[in-house]
């Protein structure tokens, strides 16, 4: 079943509102099959309305629609719609009383304008609204249809999965194609590059289909099959997936819902093992990614962000000749970052960056986008120097970005000196 | 001049990218006078491409389109336009070179189907991309016209403000009327109580357009005038502010380009005074915000990113009992953070956070989204505690905004016990 989306309001085109009820609709029906089509955003204003359904109807079955069915004034959507299609207005009482009863519960005065919102065109069926007053509704019109939702994204992430989604499924049990996905995460290659290392591959004749996704820093590369039966989904997906590690298995690093700090402190959980950090350059931005996963208290014990040479004397004892000689970026620098704070911390794993992430501070032979990464674990200290071209922020999330990938790979056993 | 937004991506419609282009672009145009009628989002497919255009150019003379313009294979816009219009692919010599040289300046080896790039429909004004390899292009249809950039979204920050306005000024000189624009950053009220509080504004009266852009976790109020004389648009503008302040001046913390952390970096250098951190809860975000502005070096000393609770004893010297009778959150140990990160560093100023993230955490008296936040500057140690009631990530955004909030205020010398 083709899909379209239709949302609606003023703030969306005047950019005061960045529409993002369109995505998480899209998301959500993409595994059940369904393919949207198109998306279209308009004004409350009814021949755009009206314009926007027509348009859609060319390439869907069905529109899901959201927003306009407030009770003030500009809320325009449920009045045009039943007039697009010659539908007379009216009251379904279950809907008022909920209305009524959410207004008394939170002891909100009633004012008669909220009426309206119990109001649906002529051969509607209302869909209750489990977190607000707007209900929605669906209406078929000749082979096709209409639903209609709300436009607080809040209210959207209750009403579809809840009312839509099943109504669908039971509106058209044969419709939903299940397609099945693999999304393989890469970094270190520009999407250039990653096309030309598979253009050899036939992934048409495999019948799956390939999407890349940039996500700086990061590349995703997305796999979709289609088949009817479970099985050669599955087969598609593992024969190309394949391919795909042949030729760029050194470059990905995760699969799917994984990310690379997920994945590090998924290691670190599983192995017990409690981290420190040492960061210069990178300033905070490695213990922020660190901590965002829930959980992360359970194995991130501190980062010493020492961004002046004093802070990296004073807190990771490193002797002032040595920066002196070699320079606060420098390998000499970062081995003992990660060993003075590993030592200092009593963690079991230290990880230090040091590095230049401009638009000031380069030289000739440390440029702007220098950076060294060091991880010590007590018995060895791995080191790397990397140089990247990019902005000041740019650079941090590559800084923070390689001094991760260098922690994953040794929690894999990948990494040696 | 009414404009349509088409945005081209198979990314848009399986929901794996929210459309952000949209909005920035209606956001970008609406100070211009020009009027966005529809926004759409189709697929990398010609079909799609072509109805939506026609589809457009019913309400609009023009459309901006973005995405579709990298190398690989999924990218269909210039093909596709070439195609829908009737017009050749021609290879730009300037393009080519550019694209050749950014290549070489960053050093990343140089494949063939790069060449793609360089490649527009005949009649075709290409657009240099600023920030990417990708240029856009601008084509007349008969008496219409479509705008092509690409869809990475800092490159549509560039090249749409770089490139496009001034192209479409010049074209369309009698279309764009002057405009003058003031912004005004508001923190601590929600967008329906920013609305209230101007409700009885006459902003019309004064020849003023007010959009409302809610930034989390800030909301932003711009204000254009319009009017052909340049003292008449700055008079309506500075009427109209006076009216804001007088409503809402204890919640605006800054004007048009300033953000929070550049003021306190401003502040900072100004005052030649070094700042430490003690973070808890946020992470390293307070340290990343920070040090995401050049020359942050001056005045950023460190920040100690204490997690565990021994990391907050053995850095900062906090009292284990002092943890155990008051928990590490609380504005006890706050306090002590503050003031040990600046007594430890010998910094002028020590600002500390301890809070409860999310999702687990919080208890009956300290639920998550719970914080305390404190500075100390050697003389006083002021404190405060804030509740939020969002996720992890959005309440580690909000403890960093009002710990480089209650900084900012003390700097401008609004804040005391």
Same mark, same amino acid.
């Given at each position: ?15 005061? !509102? ?24 308009? %004004?409350?204003?009814? &021949? ?66 909220? @009426? ?8 509607? !069926?209302?869909?209750? &609204? ?150 210069s350059c ?8 660190? @901590? ?31 920066i002196?000689?070699y320079g606060a970026v420098s390998r000499?620098t970062v ?10 911390? %009593? ?7 040091t590095g230049i992430?401009?638009?000031?501070g380069g030289t000739?032979?440390k440029?702007?986008?220098t950076v060294f ?45």
């Amino acid at each position: 079943m083709n899909l379209g989306i239709l949302t609606i309001g003023n703030e969306l085109l005047s950019g005061r !509102t960045a529409d993002s009820n369109s995505s998480f609709i899209a998301k959500e029906l993409a595994p059940l099959g369904w393919r949207v089509t198109k998306i279209m955003s308009v %004004g409350d204003e009814e &021949n755009a309305i009206k314009g926007a359904l027509d348009h859609l109807f060319l390439s869907s079955q069905g529109v899901i629609a959201t927003g306009g069915l407030g009770p003030t004034a500009d809320d325009l959507t449920t009045a045009c719609i039943a007039q697009a299609f010659g539908r007379k207005l009216i009251l379904h009482e279950p809907a008022l009383r909920d209305i009524q009863d959410r207004f008394a519960r939170l002891n909100l005065p009633w004012t008669e304008n909220n @009426t309206k919102q119990a109001f649906f065109p002529e051969g509607a !069926t209302p869909l209750p &609204n489990p977190a607000g007053t707007a209900w929605g509704f669906y209406l078929p019109v000749k082979d096709q249809f209409v639903i209609v939702i709300p436009g607080v994204p809040r209210e959207v992430q209750r009403i579809l999965p809840e009312k839509v989604l099943p109504l669908l499924k039971s509106l058209f049990p044969g419709e939903a194609p299940a397609a099945e996905t693999v999304t393989i995460k890469l970094f270190g290659l520009p999407e250039a590059r990653v096309d030309a290392a598979l253009g050899d591959v036939d992934f048409a004749g495999m019948d799956v289909q390939v999407g890349f996704y940039p996500n700086f820093p990061e590349n995703h590369l997305v796999l979709t099959a289609h088949q009817e039966e479970a099985a050669a989904r599955k087969n598609s997906l593992v024969l190309a997936q394949a391919e795909v590690e042949k030729r760029l298995g050194s470059h990905i690093f995760a699969y799917n819902e994984d990310t690379l700090e997920g994945l590090v402190g998924r290691y670190l959980t599983e192995k017990q093992l409690k981290l420190a950090l040492a960061e210069s350059c990178t300033g905070g931005l490695i213990a922020h990614r660190l @901590t965002n996963q829930p959980g992360s208290s359970l194995y991130f014990d501190r980062s010493l962000v020492v961004y002046s040479n004093q802070a990296k004397t004073q807190l990771l004892g490193i002797p002032e000749e040595v920066i002196g000689a070699y320079g606060a970026v420098s390998r000499e620098t970062v081995i003992l970052m990660a060993e003075g704070v590993l030592k200092e911390s %009593g963690a079991d794993l230290g990880l230090a960056v040091t590095g230049i992430a401009g638009p000031a501070g380069g030289t000739e032979s440390k440029p702007v986008g220098t950076v060294f990464v060091a991880l010590a674990d007590g018995n060895q200290t791995i080191s790397r120097q990397f140089r990247f071209p990019w902005d000041r922020l740019r650079n941090k999330t590559l800084f923070s970005q390689v001094a991760l990938l260098m922690l994953l790979k040794y929690l894999r056993g990948e990494n040696t000196p």
